[in-house]
């Protein structure tokens, strides 16, 4: 059974920063792509940043393009979101999210979810 322990959420004031960290356990190989999902208050849940090791490749949402970085530290067992220049409308739940290829993830069907975290942005 593999279980994602997302942390590091927190309420901070805008154009701050934080660090999101998502502890997998256990931790393979075969989870070849990992994720960070977000879902604001009465909206539907949208991908914010993928992270492939099999193309050796990143994906983030328009939205967060140039401010949020996504890292993975296999020795750590831990997959990063780095989120700088924080908005309010960055205000949600983060989730993170696991699977052994990208595609059903990005989609929005990943094979493993994290139990989220909140982000909280005031203006």
């Known amino acids: 059974q593999v279980q994602l322990r997302e942390s590091g959420g927190a309420a901070v004031e805008a154009g701050g920063s934080l660090r999101l960290s998502c502890e997998a356990t256990?931790?393979?190989?075969?989870?070849?792509?990992l994720g960070w999902f977000r879902q604001a208050s009465g909206q539907k849940r949208e991908g914010v940043a993928a992270?492939?090791?099999?193309?050796?490749?990143?994906w983030y949402a328009d939205s967060v393009k140039g401010r949020f970085t996504i890292t993975r530290d296999n020795a750590k067992r831990t997959v990063y979101l780095r989120m700088n220049t924080l908005k309010p409308e960055d205000t949600a739940i983060y989730y993170c999210?696991?699977?052994?290829?990208?595609?059903?993830?990005?989609?929005?069907?990943?094979?493993?979810w994290g139990q989220g975290t909140q982000v909280t942005v005031s203006a």
């Open positions: 999210a696991a699977d052994r290829v990208c595609g059903p993830l990005l989609r929005g069907k990943p094979g493993y």
């Open positions: 256990p931790f393979t190989y075969n989870k070849n792509c």
């Open positions: 992270i492939d090791s099999i193309r050796g490749s990143t």
